[in-house]
Each structure stands twice: as C-alpha cells, then as structure tokens.
C-alpha cells in the first residue's frame, strides 16, 4: 500500500539478501547472535509532486565522506551509512532551487521546502549554501542540537496553515508519501522562499502571500490567515474511489471483491492506521475528509456490484487476473508475471510477499486457473525480422555483486560458495533474510550465480584401465556441514552457542522453519546426525548475564516512540531515580514494566499524562 514502502522494502532486502541461513535460529547468546542491521538513512523528496534526481549525503566526519543516491519515480531514497558520523546534512536540487534536511541520526528524514524551513531556523538564518559547502562542522552539530526546537518553532509558526490541511506527522522524519494528500497536498498548494535571510511563503493558486519572517527567527513572522489556500476537498463517489484505489486497493483488491464492505468505518480505518496494521501507518498524513469519504464508500450498500460470495467463475482464469493481480502487474497481456507457476503463487501468497496474502481466499482451483492463463498468454509474433543475435548467457558473477554481495561479501570470498540452487530457491522462497526480493530472477539467472558460486574443480588425471572399484561413500563431514550451513548464525564450531544440541531439537527447528531454518531440509538425516555428532563434542558455553546499558538497546537518548517528543528531556524526568541520559537504574530498566514517576502527572489506569508541557495526552 504505498510506493515508498515498498522502495525501502526493495533496498533492505537488497542489504540483507543471502544473509546468514538461520537468521539467527532462535540463539540469543554469544557467537550466535545474528549480524547487525544494516545502518540506513531513508526518506521522500517533494515539493508536492515527488524530486526525481540525485540526492546528496554528507557525514560530520573529519575528513567529510559524501554519498550520493537517485530518487526512486516517488521520490523516495535510502542511504546505507554504515561507518559514517552523524549528523548528516542532506541536499537535492529541483529546477533552480536547492532543498536541504538534517538527519541527527539513521532512520527517516524527509528533504522538502518545509524541512528546509527547518534547517534555516534550526541554523540561525545563515545561508543554507555556504552551510552546505563550508560544512564547519561545530556550525552543523549546533544546528542538530536545536532540530527539535525549530520542528516545533515552524509547526507553532504555521499552525492554522498545517491544521487547515490535516498535517499531524513530524514534518522532518514522519513517514509520507508524494501522494497529493496531508502533508505532500499542503505542498502542493504552496510556495517557499528561502533567500538572504528573509522566508517568503505564498499561495501558489492566488498568488497572494501568506507568511513572511527572517528564516532564523519565525516566530517573529506575520502570517496572514485570510490568504491560506483552501485545502483539497474529497468527499464525492469518484473522488472516493480513487482514494480506494490508490491506498486500499493494493492490500484488500478490487473494491467489487474487498472484504472491507461493511465493516471500514472512521474509528476502524484511525486505527489501523494508529497502530500501523498492516503497514498502514504510513497515511498519518489522510486528511480527516478523505478518511471519512473511504467510510462512508465502503459502508454505502453494493447493489449493482458482485459481492465476495459471487466470484468469477473459478474457471475463469483471466477474470480472477483481472480482479487480483492486474493492479499491480500490469494488464494479462503485458503481465510481468508470465510463467508464474501454482508453487510460486502460493508461496508469494502465504508469505504474503507484496502484500498478496488478501488473496489467500482464493481456491486452489482459483490458483490453478490463474497460473494457466499465465503461461498461456504469448505477444503477438512481430513481423518477421533477420534472427537477431543470441542474448548472452546471464552473468552469474554480475547478478551475485549485484544481489548478494552487500551481505556476503565479494565472490571470491563468498560465504556462500559451494551453495546449491536447491538451497537458494528455498530461501527465495521462504523469504528467508528478505530473499523473497530475487524472485525476480529467472531461473537461468538463478542457476548463473549458483554456478559462480561453485568452487573449481580441477580437471581429473585420467585413471589407467581397469579402473579400481569405488570406494564406500565417506560418512557426511559434521564439522563441514556446520561451517557451511550453520556457522553463520550460531558462530565457529568451537564456540557455538547450539553446542549439545539433539536430532530431535535439529530437525524439529527445520520443520517448523525457525528462524529460516526450513531450507536445511535438503540435509539427509545422515548429514543432521553429523552436524548434531560434531556440537556434542563441543562444551555447551554458559549464558553470560545480560550487561544493560544505555545505548545497547535504543539510541542516547531514544529516538523512537514517545522519547522523540521528550528528547530534549532526561531520562529521569519520566523514569525516576537512578536515570540519566548515560546511566539507567537496573532494577527498573530490566523488570518489563514500563516505570513512569507520577510527579510528572501521569496516571497508569488512564494511561494519561497531565503537565504543563502539553496538557493532558493519553498514550
């Protein structure tokens, strides 16, 4: 339900894919704890219609490292910043003018005119540019320290405006979409001026000015309430179909088949969307109209539709494409998923990979009667033309650099040579690390990297005749076995954490797929016996007690949640005695009981918190 999830989605899985077989196997302790996250700075550029061009990430290193990325067609970007010093100014150009944003850390920050805005006030109303490029950094890291403040500064600043359009999310680092609606329609219908120390903003349809202010002091600026541009209004039957679907449609099909119909109301669309069922945290920004146009289309009574008790005929193989799969894959004709099989279908369904697990309704005739139609669509025979010249077998080595190399290294030094292409389609499969991206390999493409995973085999010195008789297969090689299919979660044989482990304990984790582990399955019970003989020789290693600290859990101070709104706060403001922004009270931060004093007015039956901050918020 959304293009820029489904861009991060791409780029993470690209970070982690053929990470280690197990993802982690259920250890918890010592060398078997899974690799760390990939660090990433994500986000959309806008300026109402989405940036689409080149985005510019420099770090507070000494000597500065600069990255550079290009916006996906949503505007939507990601920078891996593994090694890099925060904070990171970020920049894009649009036309002649230059945007600018602030990330304090990896995570979400958006680059719009609105964050721009930020950033001037954050810096004090000095020239964005020379920010940029004389990158001082006790000017950028003074800036970081007052982000905060100033996201507040313009948000108070330009409150009836931001109301006007149902604008709720943090306009730096709140999840949104160039899709025309809350935050991206207020863009839409407004322009920002930064320039020689002075903020223009003004109505883009009456061109008429709305506020102006010096960019390091907005709270000293005049708004001029009469000239706020009209937010968008979408209350009509087209108007709400459209929203059906361009956001629902995605998840729940086609509106004729959604089982949304009766039961969408505005309380249960808030929801879902406040606890980010789903995924669908992401429409934070639906203005309170459009929220209520979806309800009142799906609660309106069907008469002239199909309802999801009369589907097409499960024979009909194009009509089922049609009303599930076209609005992501194209028309029949031009479908991207020609020669899809009835195992791949159903895998992408109980995986729900790309948010297909609506579709799970479907019969296994229904599947069948899809996957036909598939592989029976051809394009018309052009006419004919000389035979052109034979593609090029795929470049298995190419694909793995692309694909696999960010998590397993270069080729040559693979974590995974010698791996099978068994192996590899079960983790496609699975999704095993978020593999589920390479199913959109061919399976020729798969082979390729497979084979340039292969190790070389010297060619054999022919054997006089007679040959002498084969000798007796060797006994599966336990300690091999576990390098290759198991040291990457659990660590180095000699320090396993899973030392002592039984063939029931193995096999019963392979066939319940924990942590991914089903694709160990290709094992015969010979090789299992001989990777659980090699862990009983080991000694089983003591659980170390856990050593809490600050920062090894959450940044300092916390970034996520409700600790964004109060990081300018210490921790024991709200925690108590023993709390500080470097220390943490052990007895209370470890007994899973989230400890809040009531000196701060909070009440843990209501879950309401009443200061003079903010007055009384329930959370």
């Given at each position: 339900m959304g293009?820029?999830?489904?861009?991060?989605?791409?780029?993470?899985?690209?970070?982690?894919?053929?990470?280690?077989?197990?993802?982690?196997g259920g250890s918890s302790s010592g060398a078997g704890a899974a690799p760390a996250a990939a660090k990433m700075v994500t986000g959309v550029a806008a300026v109402g219609a989405p940036v689409v061009g080149t985005i510019y990430l420099s770090d507070s290193s000494?000597?500065?490292?600069?990255?550079?990325?290009?916006?996906?067609?949503?505007?939507?970007?990601?920078?891996?910043?593994?090694?890099?010093?925060?904070?990171f100014i970020i920049k894009t150009t649009t036309g002649a003018v230059n945007l600018y944003s602030l990330a304090n850390d990896n995570g979400i920050t958006n680059i719009t005119p609105l964050t721009t805005l930020v950033l001037a006030q954050a810096a004090g109303g000095v020239d964005l540019d020379d920010l940029y490029n004389r990158h001082v950094q006790a000017d950028i890291n003074a800036a970081a320290k007052r982000l905060d403040e100033a996201v507040n500064t313009v948000q108070a600043a330009l409150a009836p405006l931001m109301d006007s359009f149902g604008v709720t999310t943090n306009i730096m680092n709140g999840q949104f979409n160039a899709n025309h609606t809350g935050m991206d329609a207020l863009l839409d219908a407004i322009n920002i001026s930064v320039v020689g120390g002075?903020?223009?903003i003004t109505n883009k349809g009456a061109g008429t000015v709305i506020f102006t202010g010096p960019s390091g002091n907005l709270a000293a600026g005049n708004l001029l309430v009469a000239n706020l541009p009209a937010p968008p209004v979408s209350a009509s039957t087209n108007s709400a179909n459209a929203l059906y679907v361009s956001k629902c449609a995605g998840c729940h099909g086609v509106f004729a088949y959604t089982d949304l119909k009766g039961r969408a109301d505005v309380a249960a669309i808030q929801g879902a969307i406040g606890s980010n069922l789903g995924g669908m945290g992401m429409f934070k920004g639906m203005s309170q109209v459009d929220i209520q146009a979806l309800s009142d289309?799906?609660?309106a009574p069907v008469t002239s539709q199909p309802t999801p008790s009369t589907p097409a005929p499960a024979t009909d193989g194009t009509a089922l494409y049609?009303?599930?799969?076209?609005?992501?894959?194209?028309?029949?004709?031009?479908?991207?998923?020609?020669?899809?099989?009835?195992?791949?279908?159903?895998?992408?369904?109980?995986?729900?990979?790309?948010?297909?697990?609506?579709?799970?309704?479907?019969?296994?005739?229904?599947?069948?009667?899809i996957a036909t139609v598939l592989n029976s669509v051809s394009t018309p025979a052009p006419t004919p033309t000389p035979a052109p010249t034979p593609s090029p077998a795929p470049d298995g080595a190419a694909l793995y650099t692309t694909n696999c190399a960010g998590c397993h290294?270069?080729?040559?030094?693979?974590?995974?040579?010698?791996?099978?292409?068994?192996?590899?389609?079960?983790?496609?499969?699975?999704?095993?690390?978020?593999?589920?991206?390479?199913?959109r390999l061919t399976v020729t493409e798969v082979q390729a990297i497979v084979t340039a995973l292969t190790p070389a085999t010297?060619?054999?010195?022919?054997?006089?005749?007679?040959?002498?008789?084969?000798?007796?297969?060797p006994a599966p090689d336990g300690a091999a076995l576990y390098t290759i299919s198991c040291a990457g979660c659990h660590g180095p044989l000699a320090t396993s954490g899973k030392a002592g482990i039984t063939l029931a304990r193995l096999q019963n984790a392979i066939t319940g797929n924990v942590g991914g582990m089903g694709y160990l399955s290709s094992l015969t019970t010979a090789g299992q016996q001989a990777i659980v003989t090699v862990l009983a020789a080991q000694t089983p290693l003591p659980t170390p007690a856990p050593a809490p600290a600050c920062g090894s859990c959450h940044a300092l101070p916390p970034s996520t949640g409700h600790h964004s709104k109060h990081s300018s706060r210490s921790c024991a403001t709200c925690h108590g005695t023993g709390y500080s922004n470097t220390t943490i009270n052990v007895a209370t931060h470890n007994n899973g009981v989230k400890n809040i004093v009531t000196t701060i007015g909070w009440n843990a039956t209501t879950r309401s918190c009443s200061n003079s901050c903010h007055g009384t918020q329930r959370w």
């Open positions: 293009s820029f999830r489904t861009f991060v989605y791409f780029v993470s899985a690209i970070m982690v894919s053929f990470s280690a077989g197990c993802s982690g000494v000597t500065t490292v600069q990255l550079t990325a290009t916006t996906a067609s949503d505007g939507s970007f990601a920078f891996r910043t593994d090694g890099l010093t925060p904070p002075g903020v223009t289309l799906l609660s049609s009303a599930n799969c076209a609005g992501c894959h194209g028309a029949l004709g031009v479908s991207t998923k020609k020669g899809a099989t009835v195992v791949r279908i159903q895998n992408a369904v109980s995986g729900n990979v790309g948010g297909m697990g609506f579709i799970s309704r479907l019969t296994g005739a229904d599947i069948q009667a290294g270069a080729l040559g030094s693979s974590t995974k040579t010698g791996i099978t292409i068994a192996r590899l389609q079960n983790a496609t499969s699975n999704n095993v690390g978020n593999m589920g991206s390479l199913s010297p060619t054999p010195t022919p054997t006089p005749s007679p040959l002498p008789a084969p000798s007796p297969t």
